[in-house]
């Protein structure tokens, strides 16, 4: 079976420190992983996957296949950032998430 | 770009009644829809895959006679909830896959998955 675990329901950091939202996952093959953000009253949208390898918005995530993780990071956060985020993992043709990770970005 | 679209976006609805949910990809044609449903402060959990011209597969403890998937054309899915009791008050959303430029199969990689806004199904 395949699945994603986001250790923090809720995160809180100060505007311009370091963020970083955890997600491991665990699946008996080669993973697809993505972050997708919800910003209030807005649809899911995707944020970035592991394989292009982007930044967008200053978000980073890597693929630690030792560790199974998919961290998101950003090292200066912005209000703008607080949204509700998903680890996402593909494979045998479905889309399995996380629970989620409600950041707020404090002024 | 891609939007998907869902009508309608809340419904109230009283026991025993059926409603029903359209999910619509307004600019590309999508031969695969996903269906979830999410409870409050709680993450999305896949209910079934629709596919365009042949039966949803459903996810394990999902009930296919309860959520009725129809996937006519390639650019509208339903779903229909049955019977409805206050149980199936949640948030339902889909999502429709895109064909990008990768090589199709089994990768994600070369699809995009886009998401409708959600449909807030109430039952009293």
């Known amino acids: 079976a395949q699945r994603v675990t986001q250790p923090e329901k809720l995160l809180s950091v100060f505007k311009g420190a370091p963020v970083e939202l955890k997600c491991n996952y665990s699946y008996s093959g080669s993973p697809e992983l993505f972050w997708y953000v919800q910003y209030s009253r807005q649809r899911l949208q995707l944020l970035l996957r592991h394989i292009s390898r982007e930044s967008i918005k200053g978000f980073t995530a890597d693929l630690n296949k030792g560790e199974t993780s998919f961290h998101l990071k950003k090292p200066f956060a912005q209000e703008e950032d607080s949204a509700m985020y998903y680890c996402a993992l593909y494979g045998r043709r479905q889309l399995t998430f996380g629970s989620g990770t409600q950041l707020t970005v404090l002024p | 770009g891609a939007v998907v679209s869902q009508h309608p976006s809340w419904v109230i609805c009283k026991s025993g009644t059926s409603v029903k949910i359209e999910c619509r990809s307004l600019?590309?044609?999508?031969?695969?829809m996903f269906w979830y449903r999410q409870f409050p402060k709680q993450s999305l959990m896949l209910m079934a895959t629709s596919n365009e011209g042949s039966k949803a597969t459903y996810e394990q403890g999902v009930e296919k006679d309860k959520f009725l998937i129809n996937h006519a054309s390639l650019t509208l899915s339903t779903l229909t909830v049955t019977s409805a009791h206050p149980e199936d008050s949640s948030f339902y959303i889909c999502?429709?896959?895109?064909?990008?430029?990768?090589?199709?199969?089994?990768?994600?990689?070369?699809?995009?998955?886009?998401f409708g806004p959600g449909t807030r199904l109430t039952v009293t």
């Open positions: 600019d590309f044609q999508a031969t695969t």
């Open positions: 999502s429709a896959v895109k064909p990008g430029q990768g090589a199709a199969g089994d990768s994600l990689s070369g699809y995009e998955q886009y």
